[in-house]
């Protein structure tokens, strides 16, 4: 994505080859794919156990609002093709090969509100990733050659923003809650390289992709102030841009262990930690070509929240 976005893949002008080193990074892949099997499952049982358990109605405020700060460190995994259709000449790059797989600090605050059993929250993310490579073939871009052994290099800025309501479909011990919402994407990429005659060559783009968004929650409450969360959530695009059809997938799901440290008055301090996976697939389709794009978020974070709450309690029926 990020390569492909700065200097224009989807226009089919830039060819990139890496070599092949898919036997270097065969085990690394399948732990990847072992522990992410792991996690999804581990939300499958949580879910499950939360929806069948036989839980007491327990009194709770018939209000809430609040906010929290989280941090995350998080790892881009994945890579980027692509073919051109008037020869079939194709490209296939791994972030890992090219130091794009880095892990980087990100930062997210969300501010939000329950009224008995319905919830909204609005959410903002943003995180940058830098990396680069070195051409192995020359380029056309816009008119300008850039000769093979030119090296591109920048940063990608992600950001996510999200609005949703939740309906608590049990809340009792336990909770269980459906989601929707939309969500708003936007990819900024700003990469330079120099052309054949030594000058500096700004290559970059600024998508924005709006999306519905879909989500399942569930908490485990094994007391009044430590508890298990996990949510799972997805979101499709289609649409046209600048000539060309894009169809972008995404998915996140994130598990966590949540303790309220500090209650003053109606004031309640929560502290949480936990590991977060968030997937995105991405078509580019034009008459010159077509481009592929996996990008793959995952890694942990902890989060703080403040809530004040109506003195007046309420019970679920």
């Known amino acids: 994505m990020i390569l492909a976005h700065s200097i224009r893949v989807n226009d089919m002008e830039i060819i990139v080859r890496t070599r092949d080193l898919k036997e270097k990074y065969a085990v690394v892949g399948l732990v990847n794919t072992c522990f992410s099997s792991l996690m999804k499952n581990g939300l499958v049982i949580l879910l499950l156990f939360i929806s069948t358990t036989l839980t007491a109605q327990v009194e709770r405020p018939k209000w809430e609002i609040g906010g929290g ?14 073919t051109r259709n008037s020869d079939g ?29 319905f919830f909204l929250e609005f959410g903002a993310s943003r995180g940058s990733y830098t990396g680069g490579f070195t051409l192995t073939t020359d380029v056309v871009k816009d008119n300008t050659q850039l000769d093979s052994g030119a090296v591109v290099s920048g940063s990608l800025d992600l950001s996510l923003y999200a609005l949703s ?43 924005w992709f709006p999306m519905p968004f879909l989500a399942v929650m569930g908490r485990l409450n094994f007391s009044d102030r430590f508890r298990i969360v996990g949510s799972v959530g997805g979101a ?12 972008v997938l995404y998915y996140t799901y994130d598990i966590n262990a949540a303790y309220e440290f500090l209650q003053a008055g109606r004031m309640t301090y929560t502290v949480d930690v ?12 034009k008459d010159i070509g077509v481009y592929h794009e996996k990008d793959i978020y995952s890694g942990p974070y902890a989060t703080i929240r403040i809530l004040f709450s109506s003195a007046e309690l309420w019970k679920s029926e």
């Open 236 to 247: 499709y695009y289609k649409g046209e841009k600048d000539g060309a059809t894009f169809k």
């Open 274 to 285: 936990g590991y977060r996976n968030l997937f995105m697939d991405m078509d580019i389709s």
């Open 69 to 82: 700060a989280r941090i995350n460190y998080m790892g881009l995994g994945g890579g980027i093709s692509g």
């Open 165 to 207: 309501t939740i309906f608590g479909l049990i809340q009792e011990k336990h909770d269980l809650g459906l989601g929707i919402g939309v969500l708003l994407l936007n990819m900024a990429s700003n990469y330079t390289t120099k052309d054949v005659n030594g000058a500096e060559v700004k290559l970059g783009g600024d998508e």
């Open 89 to 117: 000449y194709s490209f296939d790059i791994n972030y890992k090969d090219i130091g794009m797989d880095n892990y980087t600090t990100s930062y997210s605050v969300a501010i939000g509100g329950r009224y008995k059993k």
